[in-house]
Nanobody, 119 residues
Framework: QVQLVESGGGLVQAGGSLRLSCVASGKIFTINAMGWYRQAPGKQRDLVARILSGGSTYLADSVKGRFTISRDNAKNTVYLQMNMLKPEDTAVYYC?????????????WGQGTQVTVSS
Protein backbone atom coordinates (compact mmCIF):
# COMPACT_ATOMS: atom_id res chain seq x y z
CA GLN A 1 0.00 0.00 0.00
CA VAL A 2 0.96 3.61 -0.58
CA GLN A 3 -0.27 6.56 1.43
CA LEU A 4 -0.46 10.07 0.00
CA VAL A 5 -0.76 13.26 2.05
CA GLU A 6 -1.36 16.60 0.35
CA SER A 7 -0.75 20.09 1.65
CA GLY A 8 -0.61 23.64 0.35
CA GLY A 9 -4.16 24.45 -0.67
CA GLY A 10 -5.93 27.63 0.34
CA LEU A 11 -7.56 30.85 -0.77
CA VAL A 12 -5.81 33.12 -3.24
CA GLN A 13 -6.77 36.02 -5.46
CA ALA A 14 -6.85 35.66 -9.22
CA GLY A 15 -3.36 36.05 -10.63
CA GLY A 16 -1.77 34.66 -7.50
CA SER A 17 0.22 31.49 -6.90
CA LEU A 18 0.07 28.39 -4.74
CA ARG A 19 2.26 25.34 -4.44
CA LEU A 20 0.75 21.98 -3.59
CA SER A 21 2.86 19.20 -2.10
CA CYS A 22 2.15 15.50 -1.85
CA VAL A 23 4.27 13.18 0.26
CA ALA A 24 4.12 9.47 -0.46
CA SER A 25 4.88 6.76 2.08
CA GLY A 26 4.68 3.00 2.22
CA LYS A 27 5.67 0.80 -0.71
CA ILE A 28 7.11 3.62 -2.79
CA PHE A 29 9.06 1.20 -4.97
CA THR A 30 5.78 -0.05 -6.46
CA ILE A 31 4.75 3.25 -8.03
CA ASN A 32 5.74 5.06 -11.21
CA ALA A 33 3.36 7.83 -12.17
CA MET A 34 2.32 10.50 -9.71
CA GLY A 35 0.06 13.37 -10.43
CA TRP A 36 -2.70 15.77 -9.57
CA TYR A 37 -6.38 15.69 -10.40
CA ARG A 38 -8.99 18.31 -9.61
CA GLN A 39 -12.72 18.21 -9.12
CA ALA A 40 -14.98 21.24 -9.06
CA PRO A 41 -18.52 21.01 -7.61
CA GLY A 42 -20.83 19.16 -9.96
CA LYS A 43 -18.03 18.24 -12.34
CA GLN A 44 -15.98 15.13 -12.97
CA ARG A 45 -12.49 14.62 -11.61
CA ASP A 46 -9.95 15.53 -14.28
CA LEU A 47 -6.21 14.91 -14.59
CA VAL A 48 -4.32 18.18 -14.34
CA ALA A 49 -0.70 17.05 -14.37
CA ARG A 50 1.31 13.86 -14.22
CA ILE A 51 4.99 13.03 -13.81
CA LEU A 52 6.73 9.69 -14.23
CA SER A 53 9.61 8.49 -12.08
CA GLY A 54 12.00 9.27 -14.93
CA GLY A 55 10.76 12.86 -15.09
CA SER A 56 8.47 12.81 -18.13
CA THR A 57 5.54 15.16 -17.59
CA TYR A 58 2.03 15.78 -18.85
CA LEU A 59 -0.01 18.94 -18.34
CA ALA A 60 -3.63 19.49 -19.29
CA ASP A 61 -4.12 22.14 -21.96
CA SER A 62 -6.05 24.30 -19.51
CA VAL A 63 -3.00 24.73 -17.26
CA LYS A 64 -0.11 24.72 -19.70
CA GLY A 65 2.06 27.80 -19.27
CA ARG A 66 0.71 28.37 -15.76
CA PHE A 67 1.26 25.14 -13.77
CA THR A 68 4.39 23.09 -13.33
CA ILE A 69 4.69 19.60 -11.89
CA SER A 70 7.92 18.37 -10.35
CA ARG A 71 9.06 15.44 -8.30
CA ASP A 72 11.75 14.88 -5.66
CA ASN A 73 12.29 11.13 -5.59
CA ALA A 74 14.64 11.39 -2.61
CA LYS A 75 11.83 12.97 -0.57
CA ASN A 76 9.04 10.89 -2.14
CA THR A 77 7.29 14.17 -2.87
CA VAL A 78 5.53 15.60 -5.90
CA TYR A 79 4.78 19.30 -6.27
CA LEU A 80 2.31 21.31 -8.29
CA GLN A 81 3.35 24.92 -8.72
CA MET A 82 0.33 26.93 -9.77
CA ASN A 83 0.86 30.44 -11.13
CA MET A 84 -1.49 32.97 -12.70
CA LEU A 85 -4.42 31.29 -10.99
CA LYS A 86 -7.91 31.86 -12.34
CA PRO A 87 -11.31 31.51 -10.65
CA GLU A 88 -11.96 28.48 -12.85
CA ASP A 89 -9.03 26.72 -11.16
CA THR A 90 -11.13 26.53 -8.00
CA ALA A 91 -11.54 22.87 -7.07
CA VAL A 92 -10.49 20.14 -4.70
CA TYR A 93 -7.09 18.94 -5.82
CA TYR A 94 -6.19 15.28 -5.32
CA CYS A 95 -2.77 13.71 -5.42
CA UNK A 96 -2.66 10.30 -7.03
CA UNK A 97 -0.12 7.56 -7.72
CA UNK A 98 -0.03 4.68 -10.13
CA UNK A 99 1.60 1.27 -9.97
CA UNK A 100 4.60 0.46 -12.12
CA UNK A 101 3.58 -0.35 -15.65
CA UNK A 102 0.90 2.30 -15.71
CA UNK A 103 1.28 5.78 -17.16
CA UNK A 104 -1.81 7.26 -15.49
CA UNK A 105 -1.92 7.58 -11.69
CA UNK A 106 -5.16 6.04 -10.48
CA UNK A 107 -4.26 3.38 -7.91
CA UNK A 108 -3.76 5.47 -4.78
CA TRP A 109 -5.36 8.74 -3.74
CA GLY A 110 -4.81 11.46 -1.21
CA GLN A 111 -7.61 13.03 0.79
CA GLY A 112 -7.72 16.18 -1.32
CA THR A 113 -6.93 19.81 -0.65
CA GLN A 114 -9.18 22.76 -1.46
CA VAL A 115 -7.95 25.50 -3.76
CA THR A 116 -10.16 28.58 -4.02
CA VAL A 117 -9.36 31.43 -6.38
CA SER A 118 -11.31 34.63 -5.86
CA SER A 119 -11.96 37.10 -8.65
Amino acid sequence: QVQLVESGGGLVQAGGSLRLSCVASGKIFTINAMGWYRQAPGKQRDLVARILSGGSTYLADSVKGRFTISRDNAKNTVYLQMNMLKPEDTAVYYCAAGLRGKLVPTDYWGQGTQVTVSS
